[in-house]
Nanobody, 118 residues
Framework: QVQVVESGGGLVQPGGSLRLACTATGNIDSTFLLGWYRQAPGNEGKERDFVARISSSGLTNYAESVKGRFTVSRDNAKNSVYLQMTSLKPEDTAVYFC?????????WGQGTQVTVSS
């Protein structure tokens, strides 16, 4: 089993920055794909939106809506993944979920709230 825990959410003004962190523990190693998804207000129960992911070798993918503003990184020794968010917009407001993926197996954190508002 794999446990995933996020941290770093909060309230930030438009144009501001925030850094999310996530650590996975348990039966995990650096071959896992690590990433971030989000769920905007009113979308509870719907599929989570992809934000960014990073492979063990450092290959990254981003949603078009966050390219150039968000940066995903990881520390394989700590089984941790980070999401540096800059130039935040009100539409980035959501619960952000960390995801650890191995083959077809997905492990999720509880989510951390990010609110962008003046």
């Amino acid at each position: 089993q794999v446990q995933v825990v996020e941290s770093g959410g909060g309230l930030v003004q438009p144009g501001g920055s925030l850094r999310l962190a996530c650590t996975a523990t348990g039966n995990i190693d650096s071959t896992f794909l690590l990433g971030w998804y989000r769920q905007a207000p009113g979308n509870e129960g719907k599929e989570r939106d992809f934000v960014a992911r990073i492979s063990s070798s450092g290959l990254t993918n981003y949603a078009e809506s966050v390219k150039g503003r968000f940066t995903v990184s990881r520390d394989n020794a700590k089984n941790s993944v980070y999401l540096q968010m800059t130039s935040l917009k009100p539409e980035d407001t959501a619960v952000y979920f960390c995801n650890a993926r191995w083959l077809t197996y997905d492990f999720w954190g509880q989510g951390t709230q990010v609110t962008v508002s003046s």
